[in-house]
């Protein structure tokens, strides 16, 4: 079975400082995709990134950067120098090689960063 | 390019009622998604469609919800008759129909809300 985990419920910054956001995943398929979506208190859902399971490279884009581990099957976002407009709630999601392009989604952490 | 349309944005009705949301995803895109988010249940993937055809409808609540894409272009929600625990935000989302699974984009979300 396939599943998303995202730990941390909530958590809380002071701007300025670093948060990583966790995210683990279950499958037995050797070909998969990771995905992390953005929904500020605007509601909608923003695509960040995505990453397929023959790429663990890590990744930066500004202030975001993301660890792909599949010794561990994990996928953590880190943003660095946290902002006021970071405040959102961060999904994970899995998506397989074979299943069309249903996605798996984790259950969202919510970032405040607190000025 | 215009992203994935939904319409309308708000909706409130009373219970019996029937509600009906619609969706224009991105052209050239093939798979289109319904999601429904709430805060107890999360993200939930109602039903999708690859080239107009439904592929999974596992997510259907019960038959008062229905899915149509009668074209490419455009696709409704359907719930008849709607009832309060149907109150969510409901989010469609497109992605191209590749080899693998690629990244979906989601609409504004139609938030509905049944008294």
Not at chain 2, 41 to 54: K, T
Request: aromatic share 14%; glycine share 6%.
């Amino acid at each position: 079975a396939q599943k998303v985990t995202q730990a941390q419920t909530e958590i809380s910054v002071v701007e300025k400082e670093d948060v990583t956001l966790d995210c683990v995943y279950e499958t037995r398929d050797t070909t998969y995709y990771l995905f992390w979506y953005k929904q500020p208190p605007s509601g909608e859902l923003v695509f960040l990134i995505r990453r397929n399971s023959f790429d663990e490279q890590n990744e930066i884009s500004g202030r975001y950067s993301w660890n792909f581990q599949k010794s561990t099957s994990s996928f953590n976002f880190t943003i660095t120098a946290s902002q006021v407009v970071d405040s959102a709630v961060y999904f994970c999601a899995l998506s397989l090689r074979y299943t069309g392009n249903q996605f798996y989604f984790g259950t969202g952490t919510s970032l405040t960063v607190i000025p | 390019d215009a992203g994935v349309i939904q319409s309308p944005r708000h909706e409130v009705t009373e219970m019996g009622q029937e509600v009906t949301l619609r969706c224009k995803p991105i052209s050239g895109h093939n798979s289109l998604f319904w999601y429904r988010q709430t805060m107890m249940r999360g993200l939930e993937l109602l039903i999708y469609f690859n080239n107009n055809v439904p592929i999974d409808d596992s997510g259907m609540p019960e038959d008062r919800f229905s899915a149509k894409m009668p074209n490419a272009s455009f696709s409704t929600l359907k719930i008849q008759p709607s009832e309060p625990r149907d109150s969510a935000v409901y989010f469609c989302a497109s992605s191209p129909l590749r080899l693998g699974p690629d990244t979906q984009y989601f609409g504004p979300g139609t938030r509905l809300t049944v008294l």
